[in-house]
């Protein structure tokens, strides 16, 4: 007969002897042990995928399944990130994300904790554009029939834009050269930036109000995608759309 071996504590990651004393773990010892193993080893990766099942709570995050022909992850992207995405996720869209694989406790479920996503093949700028023109073109903002005529020579313009920039002097500078009697108004605002869009919506409304001018302007200068996007805001051309007075992008 083999004689027993002494007893020791064996590490619950690796194969127990015969003849060992048996070891038990709890399951959240054995959960907590993965999840310690799981985030040493994949504390960075970026995964590539296709999204389904997304999910919005009301919490404001974001929980969906990375997938593509051979298997699925799970993946959660908290309140925060979201927040910062500059396009919208939606099932079927392939993404790039960055996380930390970890394993969720309650239910020890493996997931990609994602802290950064981009849209696979396309800039997120020109992804969230294409995705704000679909939607409002879909809601008929962009119909023939809801476009207004303007004036063949306005008396009273009011023009939205910088007060420092380019822009404004061009613009005066022709629009006197070539029809010195017209009457402008500048509600000065910023043209790009977190609080360009907020200040232009709030400039039309302001406009709508006083109803003094019978065209709207708004105008900056040229510059970057970047610099251009606060006049993509999906709040700013509702307000263009709603405007009673006809308003021209310059």
């Not at 919490?59 to 919208?88: I, N, P, T, W």
């Not at 970890?102 to 994602?114: E, K, M």
């Not at 409002?136 to 306005?154: M, S, W």
């Not at 029809?179 to 907020?198: N, R, S």
Request: aromatic share 8%.
């Amino acid at each position: 007969h083999r004689a027993f071996a002494p007893l020791r504590e064996a590490s619950p990651l690796e194969p127990l002897d015969l003849f060992s004393r048996r070891q038990v773990l709890t399951v959240f010892e054995l959960v907590s042990q993965l999840k310690k193993l799981v985030e040493k080893t994949y504390d960075f990766v970026w995964v590539e995928g296709e999204i389904s099942g997304l999910r919005r709570p009301g919490s404001g995050h974001l929980y969906f399944s990375l997938k593509d022909s051979e298997a699925s992850l799970k993946a959660v992207l908290f309140r925060h990130q979201a927040a910062m995405l500059r396009f919208a996720l939606e099932d079927g869209l392939k993404v790039l994300c960055q996380g930390r694989v970890s394993v969720y406790g309650p239910r020890g479920d493996l997931q990609l904790v994602v802290d950064t996503v981009e849209p696979h093949g396309v800039g997120a700028l020109a992804l969230a554009f294409e995705q704000i023109k679909k939607r409002l073109e879909a809601e008929g903002l962009f119909a023939a029939e809801r476009k207004q005529p303007l004036p063949d020579l306005p008396k009273r313009v009011a023009v939205v834009t910088s007060p420092s920039g380019a822009a404004i002097r061009d613009f005066l500078n022709v629009l006197h050269r070539r029809f010195a009697g017209v009457e402008v108004a500048i509600y000065p605002v910023l043209v790009q930036g977190d609080e360009a869009a907020g200040q232009m919506v709030q400039a039309i409304n302001d406009l709508v109000e006083w109803a003094w001018p019978e065209v709207i302007v708004l105008t900056r200068g040229g510059g970057s995608p970047e610099d251009l996007w606060a006049f993509n805001d999906e709040n700013l051309a509702r307000a263009i759309a709603d405007c009673p007075i006809p308003v021209v992008s310059a």
